[in-house]
């Protein structure tokens, strides 16, 4: 079992910085690609960014130059990813869901996981 555990959103003016981060913890031998998604509302779940595990990083155009996506990889650290959002805007409200594609420890099957989400909200 693997669990995603996201922190970091919140109310923030038009403008303002957000620093999301996501844990994942369990039977995790390696994550290939983490990263975050956004479902607001009345929309369907859209790619924010994600990051591999050599670094390589892909944002939706919406974000470019706004977001920045990264990761900590080392040993003794949990698997964590985070995204830092500048200049905010009321358009990125939304909630805001980690995923991680996982190798399993012992089996090594590959997994999608989801985070439960952490709201953002961008408004005056």
């Known amino acids: 079992q693997v669990q995603l555990v996201e922190s970091g959103g919140g109310l923030v003016q038009p403008g303002g910085s957000l620093r999301l981060s996501c844990a994942a913890s369990?039977?995790?031998?390696?994550?290939?690609?983490m990263g975050w998604y956004r479902q607001a509302p009345g929309k369907e779940r859209e790619l924010v960014a994600v990051i591999t595990s050599g670094g390589i990083t892909n944002y939706a155009d919406s974000v470019k130059g706004r977001f920045t996506i990264s990761r900590d990889n080392a040993k003794n650290a949990k698997n964590t990813v985070y995204v830092q959002m500048n200049s905010l805007k009321p358009e990125d409200t939304a909630v805001y869901y980690c995923?991680?594609?996982?190798?399993?420890?012992?089996?090594?099957?590959?997994?999608?996981?989801w985070g439960k989400g952490t709201l953002v909200t961008v408004s005056s």
């Open positions: 369990g039977s995790i031998f390696s994550i290939n690609v």
């Open positions: 995923n991680a594609d996982v190798i399993i420890a012992g089996s090594y099957l590959h997994m999608k996981y």
